[in-house]
């Protein structure tokens, strides 16, 4: 029993870590949606190629698609890009947060 009073410090230092950096919501370091940036891919279809295209020219890290009907969480998040779909997959607006 006195063995175990004496070992147990030990194995509770064992799992301790080292604090993480604190995370920021919303935020991914170096990506800050620029909202006018992708403003000529409205009309355009849906692919996966425009997808990343306006990804790269507003500079976000998320990329979130919106087609008719379905419901968005309403956090807002400075590094994502939110591409709203008309029901024949064509892009009609395109906002970020």
Known sequence: MLKTILLAPALLGACSTVPAAPVVHGETPGHTCVENAADSYIGQARTDATGKAIQAATHAAVVRWAPPG?????????????????????????RCG
Do not use: C, E, S
């Open 70 to 94: 379905v419901m968005l969480t309403m956090d807002y998040r400075a590094d994502r890009v939110t591409i709203w779909l008309g029901p024949d997959n064509i892009i009609t607006k395109i």
